[in-house]
């Protein structure tokens, strides 16, 4: 019997030299196809998110269609949290802002809606503890924005009411620290 060759038993290498880079034109082509193809799948998703069009109807607004199950409540901090009393009256004015909503220009508007200053007035047992909860609110303000003036102007200088909490729960994190 023959024996194979040497050469038959060895296999193949592949080769393992390195391909040579892509030029500056074939990187910006790739380049290019993949962002038009992002943008195409951007734009599809904002086509999708943003309209639903019904024959004979035309276009649908998706809050008109979408509803939150009756059983579903909203999220709601507990109230007295904190054994300060100044906190205590900064995290009562968020829990009432979240009820009965968030307003500016007006300390409370027709809907039964408040701003900051009216939310912590309501809260309040007394003046001395609504100007203690005022000026921890001021504080906190200042930290992220430097230039407010007063609580008024923060409240109607927003866009809406998601900062306003924020800056409501760091306010009586800072009340609560500095024992108020």
């Not at 200053?117 to 000026?135: I, K, M, N």
């Not at 504080?139 to 409501?168: C, K, M, T, Y």
């Amino acid at each position: 019997m023959n024996a194979p060759s040497v050469a038959a038993q060895a296999p193949e290498r592949a080769d393992t030299r390195p391909a040579p880079p892509a030029s500056l034109e074939d990187r910006l082509t790739a380049v290019s196809a993949l962002m038009d193809n992002r943008l195409t799948v951007a734009a599809l998703a904002v086509a999708v998110n943003t309209a639903v069009s019904v024959p004979d109807v035309g276009p649908v607004d998706l809050a008109d269609v979408v509803r939150v199950p009756a059983d579903v409540q909203p999220y709601r901090p507990p109230v007295d949290l904190y054994p300060t009393p100044v906190a205590a009256v900064l995290q009562r004015a968020r829990a009432r802002l979240e009820r009965d909503g968030w307003c500016q220009g007006a300390t409370v508007d027709e809907d039964g809606a408040r701003c900051l200053y009216g939310a912590l007035h309501a809260e309040a047992a007394s003046t001395g503890e609504l100007h203690d909860a005022l000026a921890v609110l001021l504080d906190a303000i200042r930290r992220h924005f430097p230039d407010e003036e007063s609580v008024p102007a923060f409240n109607d200088g927003r866009h809406g009411p998601r900062v306003v909490f924020r800056v409501l729960d760091q306010a009586a994190d800072l009340a609560h620290t500095r024992n108020l």
